[in-house]
């Protein structure tokens, strides 16, 4: 499983995914460090055991733990067999942060209604344009949030999104946040909704 093609073939098999935050590990009472979240992906023995509890992967996330802390970051575990199935652990880099955002639609994109005709050039061009004025201008965030984001209510917010935490959004937006403190922004960069800058709040 060292190689990628064997692990996008294994990932490909796999019909159930559980994303490990600290809200699930702290309802189960588990003991995996809040600093840290993991990525269960695993095939089920049997589609008896897939239609008990919506929790029902945990059992394999506890057999699994053990490999789970002595990954490095971003590494992916050997197969493991589990009480429900064969599991693959991927350690992520945990964050748990408030973000705002902008976002720049084009025809096409996830979010765009039929009304969008916008090409990707031409989205990313205003993107950074925004970003531009924000990075000239770092208080006017919430007035060119309303002037540059095209999703719906985002001036009236700032575009804040919230608490941010792995598997919250789409990657792309986690790779692009994950790493800020706060005070700091990203630059312009492409989810399959558009163009987006973001930046992390207290």
């Not at 796999?14 to 590990?25: A, D, K, Q, R």
């Not at 269960?40 to 049997?46: A, E, M, P």
């Not at 789970?68 to 350690?91: C, I, K, M, N």
Request: hydrophobic share 45%.
């Amino acid at each position: 499983m060292s190689m990628q093609s064997d692990l996008d073939r294994f990932m490909k098999r796999c019909i159930g995914y559980l994303s490990l935050t600290s809200e699930l590990i702290e309802r189960a009472g588990d003991r995996i460090n809040v600093g840290e979240t993991f990525v269960l992906r695993f095939t089920l023995k049997n589609e008896l055991v897939a239609g008990q509890d919506p929790d029902i992967a945990f059992i394999g996330a506890m057999a699994a733990q053990h490999a789970a802390f002595t990954l490095p970051v971003g590494d992916v575990s050997a197969p493991l067999e589990t009480p429900v199935g064969y599991a693959l652990v991927l350690r992520r880099a945990f964050f748990r942060m408030r973000v705002e955002h902008l976002v720049v639609l084009y025809k096409g994109g996830a979010a765009a209604d039929p009304t969008v005709t916008r090409t990707k050039e031409a989205a990313k061009a205003r993107a950074e344009e925004a970003l531009a004025k924000f990075e000239a201008d770092p208080a006017a965030w919430k007035k060119i949030v309303a002037e540059y984001s095209e999703e719906p209510g985002a001036g009236e917010r700032s575009g804040s999104l919230g608490i941010a935490e792995p598997g919250k959004f789409v990657p792309a937006f986690d790779e692009a946040i994950a790493n800020l403190k706060v005070g700091e922004h990203t630059k312009v960069f492409e989810t399959p909704f558009g163009y987006h800058v973001a930046r992390r709040v207290p």
